[in-house]
């Protein structure tokens, strides 16, 4: 799984027909702590996340697992809407 912020939306006036409907936003993938880490992707939002949300997005063959995406052509998947993330000390 990947931690991410949601930085802004895809359009796609032409796709592939089994992508009709389905909303693309632009993910930056972050550190733990917010910090971003590599470039941004775009994903299949499949929880309603909204601007500047902190997600969680699988790739690959778990990415076409997600809810109502099997059969289509996605490399990302939004998955999950972040609330917290508490990181252990290691004194913990």
Do not use: F, N, Y
Request: net charge negative; aromatic share 0%; charged share 20%.
């Amino acid at each position: 799984m990947i931690l991410a912020h949601v930085v802004g939306t895809v359009v796609a006036t032409r796709k592939d027909e089994r992508l009709v409907g389905s909303k693309l936003l632009l993910v930056q993938p972050v550190s733990p702590g917010g910090e971003p880490r590599g470039g941004p992707i775009v994903a299949v939002d499949t929880v309603d996340a909204g601007a500047a949300e902190t997600v969680l997005v699988v790739s690959g063959s778990s990415a076409r697992m997600a809810a109502g995406l099997t059969d289509r052509p996605v490399d990302a998947a939004i998955v999950g809407i972040v609330d917290t993330v508490d990181m252990l000390s290691s004194a913990d």
